[in-house]
């Protein structure tokens, strides 16, 4: 499946993208904020979007799925330190999204995404 990441951490996006490319996924392209990411996706057309909540510039990850949703029904997997009630409740309302708490289990994400695949053969 395609899929690019917006994550300000580069390392882990760099990681997560090594990962995912050697499970036989293709990455679309990594930006660190929110505007640019916006328009990564609508140049790409990605399958999945992995999104931080927290990223640099002046958007948050929130604010970016909610830009996202406006023009793209890929799945949003959020990834996020910050898993309060609040925050939670805050992602609940952004359709066709799920969300994987920080450390990320890249193996986990990789099962989930194979998962996706199988659903949408």
């Known amino acids: 499946m395609t899929f690019v990441i917006i994550e300000d951490e580069y390392l882990i996006a760099l990681h997560m993208q090594r990962c995912l490319e050697s499970a036989g996924h293709i990455c679309l392209g990594i930006e660190a904020e929110g505007d640019k990411g916006i328009r990564l996706v609508q140049e790409k057309e990605p399958?999945?979007?992995?999104?931080?909540?927290?990223?640099?510039?002046?958007?948050?990850?929130?604010?970016v799925a909610k830009e996202i949703r406006k023009f793209s029904k890929a799945m949003i997997v959020f990834t996020t330190g910050y898993t309060s009630c609040e925050m939670l409740s805050k992602l609940?309302?952004?359709?066709?999204?799920?969300?994987?708490?920080?450390?990320?289990?890249?193996n986990k994400l990789i099962n989930y995404i194979e998962k996706l695949k199988q659903n949408n053969n």
């Open 47 to 63: 399958e999945i979007i992995i999104l931080d909540i927290l990223l640099a510039g002046m958007m948050s990850g929130i604010d």
């Open 92 to 106: 609940e309302s952004i359709s066709e999204s799920v969300v994987f708490p920080k450390p990320v289990s890249l």
